[in-house]
């Protein structure tokens, strides 16, 4: 029987995963994914590895786009900030296809996109990279309640950011959910590494298609503390969640 399409989350959904054979087996009450996709994901990680040593200079600073959609803001927040190295990830194709053009119609050269899950690119980064900024606009919601756990903004992902964030880097965040928003809001206070910052600036409006289709939304701006990270294992990626609502 063939795979029925599924509609994915453009955030943390890795493309390749999206097929039969990702389809847990059951043996003894436990889950066990095939060898087949196994290996799928172990090839995928090393040649995202093996891109990023390539694409990222040593001890460069990111400002990382997570869910970049069609490079409407990337592309402008690149052009305005030159200076500025821009990578976003997205696991939609036609999305960075759309995105590599209107970045190569503007001919800028620090803006990139990569086709990868975001907790994977992050634990591909090169050693010596770090985030100089983490903007995070309209992530999938994951509106029901037994989904919560599958949100990109969760504190074991918050805490593994701070590893790679200098004091005073910034993590923007802005959703048209009110029940995510009211969750991160509550959630960063409870972290030493993160502060929200009431009076920060947003340093570039710039209309996505998400934000387009919103009636309304709210954003809020984290600062990077100076309390060290808290060593965490959970930074690796694990096996995917269900299928998300968007």
Not at 92 to 108: M, P, T, Y
Not at 148 to 163: G, P, S, T, V, Y
């Amino acid at each position: 029987m063939p795979c029925p399409a599924r509609v994915t989350d453009a955030i943390t959904r890795p493309p390749a995963l999206r097929d039969c054979a990702a389809r847990p087996l059951r043996a003894n009450g436990r889950v066990a994914y095939k060898p087949e996709f196994l290996a799928r994901i172990t090839e995928r990680r090393a040649a995202l590895r093996t891109e990023l040593a390539t694409l990222l200079p040593p001890g460069q600073a990111l400002a990382w786009e997570i869910g970049s959609g069609h490079g409407h803001f990337l592309v402008q927040y690149a052009r305005t900030f030159p200076e500025k190295f821009c990578v976003g990830v997205d696991i939609i194709r036609d999305r960075l296809n759309r995105s590599g053009k209107k970045r190569d119609r503007a001919k800028l050269t620090n803006c990139h996109f990569v086709q990868a899950e975001a907790r994977e690119f992050f634990a591909a980064l090169p050693a010596g990279v770090t985030l100089g900024e983490i903007w995070v606009l309209f992530p999938d919601p994951w509106p029901k309640k037994r989904h919560h756990k599958n949100r990109i903004l969760q504190a074991d992902f918050l805490e593994a950011l701070a590893k790679r964030a200098g004091e005073g880097t910034p993590l923007y965040f802005r959703t048209d959910h009110a029940g995510y928003f009211s969750a991160v809001t509550a959630l960063i206070p409870e972290l030493k590494t993160w502060r929200i910052d009431p009076a920060a600036a947003w340093p570039l409006e710039q209309e996505t298609v998400f934000q387009a289709r919103a009636p309304a939304y709210q954003s809020l701006v984290a600062v990077r503390t100076s309390h060290p990270a808290t060593p965490t294992e959970t930074t690796a990626p694990r096996p995917p969640p269900p299928v998300g609502p968007r």
